[in-house]
Structures are given as structure tokens and as C-alpha cells.
């Protein structure tokens, strides 16, 4: 009942920027954790960037000072702002994100259906 819907992916020149985002819908009570992760072809899939209910963020190493995450509470939405695109920054970006559907459930994981950032010359 819960979803996760990522969008503003799409094809980008080296050193350009893009706006990702991820809307949760559905039956939402409340929110933890978001974040954002990516995969490239034959590779893993691995953390970007999180950010908690109480604002606290982390980054992997390469996108520090390059990226940000942040969050529209009101909205249920995730955004990571890309600036300063390199061609490794090439993958399915996927939000992340712990919900609570109801009062009478725990915090459940969910994913979403990813996002194909390329960046390309």
C-alpha cells in the first residue's frame, strides 16, 4: 500500500546538474529514513545519500560536496540535487525510504523503481 515513485532522471553533460525526486504515496503514517542509491550496470547497488527525519545526512565519499539530499515532510518527497556531474555518476538511481502505513504497523522498507541518470558528452 505503500509506494515509492522516483522521477528527473535523464541524460546530462559532464559537470551539468539534475534534480532528482521520490514522492511516497499511498497509506503513509510516517516517514523515517529516505535515501537515495544507485547501481550501474554489473555492480552493486550502493548508498548515495540519507537523510533522517531529523535532518541528519550522510554521503558516500565521491559525491560529497557534489550532491544533496533533502525533504518536503508535508510533500512525503526526497530530493537529491546533483551538481557537478561526472560520467562515473552513470546509474539507476533508487529511492529508499522506511515508512509507517498505520498506527497499528512497524517501519517497513520499500524501494523504488529507479531512475536512469547518464552522464555523457
Known amino acids: 500500500q505503500v509506494q515509492l515513485v522516483e522521477s528527473g532522471g535523464g541524460l546530462v553533460q559532464p559537470g551539468g546538474s539534475l534534480r532528482l525526486s521520490c514522492a511516497a504515496s499511498?497509506?503513509?503514517?510516517?516517514?523515517?529514513?529516505m535515501g537515495w542509491y544507485r547501481q550501474a550496470p554489473g555492480k552493486q547497488r550502493d548508498l548515495v545519500a540519507t537523510i533522517t527525519s531529523g535532518e541528519s545526512t550522510n554521503y558516500e565519499d565521491s559525491v560529497k560536496g557534489r550532491f544533496t539530499i533533502s525533504r518536503d515532510y508535508a510533500k512525503n518527497t526526497v530530493y537529491l540535487q546533483m551538481n557537478s556531474l561526472k560520467p562515473e555518476d552513470t546509474a539507476v538511481y533508487y529511492c529508499?525510504?522506511?515508512?509507517?502505513?498505520?498506527?497499528?504497523?512497524?517501519?517497513?522498507?520499500?524501494w523504488g523503481q529507479g531512475t536512469q541518470v547518464t552522464v555523457s558528452s
Open positions: 529508499n525510504a522506511d515508512v509507517r502505513a498505520s498506527a497499528f504497523r512497524g517501519f517497513r522498507n520499500y
Open positions: 499511498g497509506s503513509i503514517f510516517g516517514i523515517n529514513a
